[in-house]
DNA sequence: ATGAAAGCGCTAACAA
DNA sequence: TTGTTAGCGCTTTCAT
């Protein structure tokens, strides 16, 4: 009784003693079917196990249900956290979702992309970056629904989710301020990516407001990658003067330099203190555990699917983009405290 | 010139000038096409950008070219390893994944397989555990190939991949003895998963063939989180005789046992030694860097999709189920040291 | 309210 | 070698 098989539509109408279209109808909710008839359908259907065939559904409706995903990296932890919330409110909105995700040379988005329009998705959430314009001209005449995270590499009608780097660096920038640090560093992300370069941004902004000046030593090349934090720190500690705290672009970056601070000897944060960005789940397990900036997976999910739904029942209304943001907020754990007493003689604390 | 659009074969064949027939014949590479022919066919789909509707494609010939995967967790690291392997070596294949995951209370499973099954992919490797028994009968009748993990639930024809447990497991716990540790505790997976049971067992055993008792009261039920990590050792440090090495299902729980002993003031090797299993990424960053059993993610992606597309071209011959063995092996790292001194009663320090 | 029939885009006989 | 044509499983007019 519960056999998931591969019975079409006609068995099922014959089994019921009805036209197949009538079977269409009630497998489809379509109220205009007497309540008997039904009745005897859904039993066949029942019975029978029928499921109806998705890509008969998608060929002659010309909607495939499908909503695509592209992410940059599947194995920095911050996107399996977004695709779980994604997947989860694209199927509350009778949706699935087809992945798509970048290799180690940002390879593979092109791939993915014509896959995508191959299966007929009705929107695709680009939470990647550094795609290739051509492509994304193609997206726009296709007039394919459209959300970008950070920002959209050219104008059409596509959603941006922007998101709020400002708020939650400078917070992170005041408090390193307020434990008493003024000597702050920074490990960049990849400096092609937007999102990476919105975070330097940020940071250098911040910086400024807190009435700090930056030091072009101090702000490091880093390419989100654990990896990329270990070596951002090994760059650092060659420096005749060093901050006394270090902001990364990422968590995984971040808990890269924790790695590498440990293996030279420094204390984190009593020599030094760290700040990730990202929040992701294992942030809380570090050690120290990190303080970091979160911004919401869920937010970012939810406004991606709002938007694509959104652009899907407009499109052809000419709607403008819209376009939403999303917050950020300092999770203080502790990775940060107060700079050492000597710090190269010229720490103020309060 | 670059553009991905929604031509359909007809457009294509009236551009060229020739029937639909040859042009699918072309883009499906069947030789029996003149060369001039032919090349009018690749320039009109050029000129159009026409892509096959997959949808149609599958409809037509029953074949989707998917292949579905279906894992326990994507937020535990090493599935998303594992997801990349398996879809790059699918991809290499001509096949396409469909992906799913179970939810935190293991749901989701038989949506996914319903999915897959709707989507008509042509096998599921199955990389996780507690499947109801009749979804795999389902499964077994459908004559859908499919590979599992550990061992199949179930008789029928499906592969499954065996995973030495026992091989790297005893490696650790022999590391662990010529260390001179003969206290060793171990933090359980979920009692509901094969793996989790098989890794256990792989544990008892292995002590026992050190010469070692078990003692009951230090094998901790975990879950494969890094919750239940730091809750298993929240249960250890109560013990009146603790032991001196920890054993871990996994490497989640062991960087949350980690976190937990940095949190009660517990030296990691010092006081006492912690392995994982996985060697995800992440081990070889943790504070310390964690001793783990490994085992390749690329074995296991392959070995799936050799059998699937074993079983695909001979499934009506009726071929025997083949099984393959994964290997796995110790890597150590600087989680693991000889035991504290005084290493009966309560392990002081400091 | 229900059914017959046309077709979604494609492949695979079968003819020519 | 090439084209014609019959569907694949389904939805959707259009009659009834």
Redesign the pocket.
Known sequence: MSQISRI???EVAALAG?????V??V??GIS???AG?ADRVRRAVKELNYT??QQ??A???GRSRTFGLLISELTNPFFPELIQSFESIAVTNGYEVLLGWMDANNNGARTYMRRMIQRKVEGIAVMTFGLEAAMLRDLNELKIPLVFMDAAPVKGWATVLEVEYYVGIHEAVLHLRSLGHSDIGFVSGPRDQTSAKLRLNAFLASLKDAGLKPRPAWIFQGDHTLEGGMASVQEMILLGRQPTALMCSNDLTAIGALRMLARVGRRVPEDISVIGYDDIHLAAFTAPPLTTVGMSRGQLARGAIDALLRQARHLELGEPASSSKIQTALVIRESTSRPPRRAKGRTRKR
Chains 1, 2 share one sequence.
Do not use: G, M, Y
């Open positions: 079409s539509i006609r009805v036209s197949v279209a009538t269409s109808r497998t489809n205009t079917v007497d008839l109806p065939d008969a559904k060929l002659v409706s």
